[in-house]
């Protein structure tokens, strides 16, 4: 906060397509998507022609004993959509939230089974699945969370995959070790364990750590084989942030649960999602003296308006993903990217699938900058001068664009990105 508020203050009054403009009148590429939300672009015509409507209507009504249109056709919409199976929506208003429900969801399911013992959760190294506390205990985000461990409940975490990936390209991929070791934890642990959170094909606030195609699945079978629950965690790579509406879909995984939050309201408004199966729904059915009803509900759960540009979102999303112009964008992304930066004596490594990529850092003779001189902030806020919003993870630079972008724009968005980085740099670096 000391840092932030010592900046120039940077403040945002409109926005257009992919692009913000702030009160200085400055336009500026929105090069991390509004945190990792924009699909559309902002003000856009569609979703603000639904949100007009919906307004028209009503703004805010309870789904706690209630039910609105907007929501149910959301729910029936999502389940359209998700891998069989995944037949009912819980609603809340952020990924965190989502995630919570599930974790609830999954404890609750096995008292109620008759398998109380079954309460342990097991996740991946480096995992992020938001900032409440049950988030942070099933996450992995060490110095994030670290300082709040110890009230945290305690869950298993077995090593990450490795895969260097970009413009399509698989420099290296690796799970077997990853994978072994999830079976080991299984094999000692399985009894006691409720559920396995999972963010699928990449860990974003890692810092865009991929996974290896097929790595998913491999989770999948394991969860099936060892009868603990699969959560996976979309919040941040659904929505055609890698490609498919859902990757569980792409991936042919019918997870437990499914969370979904970021991109569904095209970044236009809080809502976000948990999809479980049916059978974990009927579990929770009985009279109000059988206790098994779940407990949890968010005042602006499921939010009308919210929904109602979710709807508009997927509406407008799907012809997009369908007819490849999402995926063109994308090889385009990841392709400019690697011409551009692969040789440039200041990145280490270059990770990209669909349109979420990461840059390392190094100095020029590859080893890492000190800490001290921030050198991935120093980067992003020289950004601004070249007019582009960018957020670094320590000295990683995370480029995540809206869908929306052009080709043209997703190559102003990497020349940007090299242009201020060779500001930058050169001068932090030590020769
Ligand atoms: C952002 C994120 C969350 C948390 O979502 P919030 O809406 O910020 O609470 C959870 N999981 C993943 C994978 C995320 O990227």
């Known amino acids: 906060m000391q840092e932030y508020v010592a900046q120039p203050p940077l403040v945002i009054v409109s926005g257009q397509g992919g692009w913000l403009t702030d009160t200085e009148g400055q336009r500026y590429l929105d090069g991390n998507a509004s ?52 037949t009912r929506t819980f609603f809340s208003d952020n990924g965190s939230g989502a995630v919570e429900i599930a974790l609830k969801l999954s404890f609750q399911f096995w008292q109620l089974h008759g398998q109380p013992e079954k309460r342990a959760v097991i996740g991946l190294a480096h995992g992020y699945h938001g900032d409440t506390f049950g988030t942070m205990a099933v996450g992995d985000s060490g110095f994030f ?29 690796e799970a077997t070790a990853s994978l ?12 006691r364990t409720a559920c396995l959170i999972l963010e699928p094909s ?32 979309e919040v941040f790579v659904a929505f055609g942030r890698v490609g498919p509406l859902f990757v569980c879909a792409e991936e042919e995984v019918v997870p437990d649960f499914l969370c979904l939050a970021k991109g569904l309201t095209g970044g236009y408004l809080p809502l976000a999602a948990t999809l479980v199966r049916e059978e974990i729904y009927e579990a929770f059915l009985g009279d109000y003296a059988s206790g098994r009803a779940f407990f949890h509900g968010h005042t602006f759960t499921g939010n009308p308006l919210a929904a109602a540009v979710a709807l ?75 007019g582009l919003l960018l957020r670094p993870l320590g000295d990683s630079l995370l480029l995540v664009p809206p869908l929306c972008l052009t080709p043209a724009e997703l190559t102003l968005l990497v020349e940007r990105t090299q242009a201020a980085l060779l500001d930058v740099l050169p001068t932090l670096s030590s020769p």
């Open 202 to 233: 990449i860990q974003g606030a890692a810092g865009m750590q991929l996974q290896p195609r097929g790595f998913v699945r491999a989770v999948a079978e394991l969860c099936r084989e060892f009868d603990v629950h699969l959560i996976l965690d």
């Open 145 to 173: 969370h670290e300082r709040f461990r110890s009230w945290c409940f305690p869950a298993s975490h077995f090593p990450a995959p490795r895969c260097h990936e970009s413009a399509g390209v698989v420099h290296q991929a």
């Open 35 to 86: 945190i990792w939300t924009n699909v559309h672009g902002h003000n856009d015509p569609e979703l603000n022609a639904a949100l007009l409507q919906q307004l028209s209507r009503v703004a805010h009504s309870t789904m706690l004993g209630l039910a609105h249109a907007p929501g149910a056709e959301l729910a029936a919409e999502l389940s359209a959509l998700a891998p069989a199976g995944l």
């Open 180 to 191: 072994a070791a999830l079976r080991h934890l299984l094999e000692n642990q399985a009894e």
């Open 312 to 386: 508009a979102n997927i509406r407008k999303l799907r012809p997009l993903i369908d007819d490849g112009t999402i995926a063109a964008r994308s090889r385009h992304f990841g392709s400019i990217l690697t011409q551009t930066l692969a040789n440039c004596a200041f990145v280490s490594e270059i990770r990209q699938r669909g349109h979420a990529a990461a840059l390392d850092l190094t100095q020029a003779d590859g080893t890492p900058f000190p800490v001290a001189l921030r050198a991935g902030l120093q980067v992003c806020l020289r950004a601004r001068a070249h």
